[in-house]
């Protein structure tokens, strides 16, 4: 199957690597040209590290690099059964792209977005098949976790549906369906857990420390909640709890102002180097 995967960030790059682990050809997508050479970057890392753990070969590594095409321009038609859309979680830019691959795929490809909590209901709505667009939510990083949330807008297809989770399945992961609502289901429990943690950071309950080994310690968390914040990226956790404020309308879903200002500051955790902790 012909799979392309539009962001070569870190969510895209891993996505193509799982599909092109399970034997797919992948075309992965970015307009930065640096993003892309980040990406097989990501790649070439990952499975440089599997050889050393003895989870695959020098060959099979290379085989399944040599699966995946690199490509900055979305202009010419991509003979693709699935696009999945990889791009910045901000509603209108990936709006922007679902119009291009609208254009760029034929009638009958699936149009999947990777978004952790925008409505696949609005994507859809700006293509001209909103029964061929579906939520295809992975988790990072996506080689190693196994979750797929798979998200029905309004007028996702049962035949959409049933592709979908197959594909989750053959790339080695357990698809749970859930419906169109803004931060589906992974986001709408584990941001205003975060968020409820960075208030209690704000107002002196404890420091960062204290209430990521309450967490861990206590509720038996991998990761604390401020730790897991940066490695999330601070701005996507705003721009989640923003979606998730904005479309409930709920006061309970309001940002700590203490995100706010973070974010203002650039501090965004372990991509700038410097969140609730430095890195």
């Known amino acids: 199957m012909n799979i392309l995967v539009v962001g070569a960030g870190q969510m895209g790059s891993g996505i193509a690597q799982v599909c092109a682990a399970a034997g797919h050809r992948v075309l992965l997508n970015d307009v930065d040209e640096a993003a892309l050479a980040r990406g097989r970057a990501a790649i070439e890392k990952n499975l440089a590290r599997a050889i050393e753990k003895g989870k695959t070969t020098r060959a099979d590594a290379d085989a399944l690099l040599g699966r995946i095409a690199f490509h900055a321009d979305l202009a010419a038609p991509a003979d693709v059964a699935i696009a999945i859309e990889a791009a910045t979680e901000d509603e209108a830019l990936k709006k922007s792209i679902f119009i291009r691959l609208d254009s760029a795929t034929s009638p009958a490809a699936i149009l999947a977005s990777n978004t952790s909590s925008i409505s696949i209901t609005?994507?859809?709505?700006?293509?001209?098949?909103?029964?061929?667009?579906?939520?295809?939510?992975?988790?990072?990083?996506?080689?190693?976790?196994?979750?797929?949330?798979i998200i029905r807008g309004l007028a996702t297809s049962d035949a959409t549906y049933a592709f979908t989770e197959k594909l989750a399945r053959e790339l080695g992961k357990t698809p749970v369906e859930v419906?169109?609502?803004?931060?589906?289901?992974?986001?709408?429990v584990l941001m205003p857990m975060i968020n409820e943690a960075i208030y209690a950071h704000m107002e002196g309950v404890g420091s960062a420390e204290a209430i990521d080994t309450v967490m861990k310690l206590g509720m038996n968390h991998p990761m604390g909640p401020l730790e897991l914040a940066d490695f999330i990226g601070l701005d996507t956790c705003l721009a989640i709890m923003?979606?998730?404020y904005e479309g409930f309308s709920d006061p309970k879903y309001r940002p700590c102002p203490l995100l706010k200002k973070m974010v203002d500051a650039g501090y965004l955790g372990r991509k700038s180097g410097r969140g609730f902790y430095s890195y």
């Open 122 to 149: 609005k994507l859809g709505a700006v293509t001209k098949r909103p029964a061929n667009v579906i939520g295809m939510h992975f988790m990072n990083p996506v080689p190693v976790m196994k979750l797929v949330e």
């Open 179 to 188: 419906n169109d609502f803004p931060g589906f289901v992974s986001n709408r």
């Open 242 to 244: 923003q979606v998730l």
